[in-house]
T-cell receptor, first 112, second 113 residues
Framework: DAGITQSPRHKVTETGTPVTLRCHQT?????MYWYRQDPGHGLRLIHY???????DKGEVSDGYSVSRSKTEDFLLTLESATSSQTSVYFC???????????FGPGTRLTVL | AQSVSQHNHHVILSEAASLELGCNYS??????LFWYVQYPGQHLQLLLK??????LVKGIKGFEAEFIKSKFSFNLRKPSVQWSDTAEYFC???????????FGKGTRLSVIA
């Protein structure tokens, strides 16, 4: 398995609180991605990064922000969590945009 | 915009039955194609991929997929499924360049004894 870790693995929080999820890679891949997975919707891209400080929006970016200050770390922040953001969040990495993506173990977030 | 369609949402098969899961995409140019598998409670793992060359691609665990350009399809097959193949299967497509993968909504496969 690719060297990808996500933290925390599980989190329960309350509506209106800020939440930050971390993705860490040891592969030195240029591209990093954040997805959310929900029943009936499959995987949906939230944001992605193509280098340090270079990010772009995905399909469902509203309510989320990201930062990448180092190659190995990609942070996803929910500024004010809502119940609709209850989901499983996956980080992925790839060498290039069109290349194979390797996925982290996921973070299960519950917003009460 | 690209889209990926997986028409079967849930497939139930008996062990030893043959499997074919459909995947169609809408992009008309050159594409990279992927199938991923997600076992219960786990993350997505790559089953196989097609970038170029032989349109019949063999992957892990006895899976294969055939790229048919004229039909914009990349169907996944396995001649004889096992209970351990119970999982969700995702097709994904990407146009070469700086375009992230687009995933289908997934097909849940349940294999019963």
């Amino acid at each position: 398995d690719a060297g990808i870790t996500q933290s925390p693995r599980h989190k329960v929080t309350e509506t209106g609180t800020p939440v930050t999820l971390r993705c860490h890679q040891t592969e030195n891949h240029r591209y990093m991605y954040w997805y959310r997975q929900d029943p009936g919707h499959g995987l949906r891209l939230i944001h992605y990064s193509y280098g340090v400080k270079d990010t772009d929006k995905g399909e469902v970016s509203d309510g989320y922000s990201v930062s990448r200050s180092k190659t190995e770390d990609f942070l996803l922040t929910l500024e004010s969590a809502t119940s609709s953001q209850t989901s499983v969040y996956f980080c992925a990495i790839s060498v290039g945009a069109g290349d194979t993506q390797y996925f982290g173990p996921g973070t299960r977030l519950t917003v009460l | 915009a690209q889209s990926v369609s997986q028409h079967n949402h849930h497939v139930i098969l008996s062990e030893a039955a043959s499997l074919e899961l459909g995947c169609n995409y809408s992009y008309g140019g050159t594409v990279n194609l992927f199938w991923y598998v997600q076992y219960p409670g786990q993350h997505l793992q790559l089953l196989l991929k097609y970038f170029s060359g032989d349109p019949l691609v063999k992957g892990i665990k006895g899976f294969e997929a055939e790229f048919i350009k004229s039909k914009f399809s990349f169907n996944l097959r396995k001649p004889s499924v096992q209970w351990s193949d119970t999982a969700e299967y995702f097709c994904a497509v990407n146009a070469p360049g700086n375009t992230p993968l687009v995933f289908g909504k997934g097909t849940r496969l349940s294999v019963i004894a």
